[in-house]
């Protein structure tokens, strides 16, 4: 079996994988929800919820595959949005054990013995939608999908794209319980000065520390020159105590909208806004220069790019 995750970032930088949801919906597995409604509001209705793991499960598996044979030292299962109130909106809430206990199954296949398997979670959407109020039954959300992945056996959580500091609190109080490794990254919308709720990004690094994350850092909703700074910020307000991870989005963003996903092209016309692969070498190269102790990629980011990425990674 590889080392526990703790271990494998003592040994040197790790290469994870990139962003599936996205990439599904590329392939015409994953409904992005933009023939219904507006998308990018942080409140959609069943966007982006990850039932191909029992509706396609060749698909899935297939892109696993492309991320492992890329140079992935870690396969994050498809559970991002998995939480049973946003699987509910999509029609499919009845599924949520079985779509969970799908995407760890076939991810720690591919795995095998080659790679870790991260349970992914992700912020639930109530926050944006409902605003602080909803905590109680975020709770009961995170909870639930938590105690669902560990039970189906993954190595370790990835907590991942919360808008909300105050949500992702939550999240990580029952991933720190689970007696599992965490990696914590925040994402930073509208600003990449502060996340939704108002925190600083050396704040929110403090606080992940503090709630036990053994890495803490951002991702997606940024390009990799974007996002360095923010990983600069959060070095500096934890030191040495906790790692640092980085997991940036393939798309190009400007000074006035720097998060991909509030772009007129998102969801439809990111291959407009797309950088090139070239980018995600030379932020390998960077990453490890500055002592990013786990790099891979989100939304945009597909097997090309991750190659190239553990290229720039194994150059440096
Ligand atoms: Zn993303």
New binding site residues.
Partial sequence: MPASILDRVKQGIVVGDG?Y??ELERRGYVDSGSDREKVGTGKGSGQFTPEVAVENPDALRGLHREFLAAGAHVLQALTFFGTREKLGRAGFGAQTEAINAAAVRLAKEVAGDTALVAGSVSRTQLFEREGPGSAGHVRDLLNEQIQLLKAAGVDFFIL??FFHLEEMRIGLEYAAASGLPVVVTM?FRPTTERCSDGYTVAECARQMADGGAALVGA???QEPTRMLPILRDMRAAVGDRVGIAA?P?AFRTTDQTPC??NMSQFPDDLETIQVSRRDFREFGRQAKREGINYVGG????NAAYIRVLARGVAQE
């Fill in positions: 962003g949801l996205l991942e794209t994402s991702n997606c909703e997991q989005s991909f996903t989100c939304c945009g980011c």
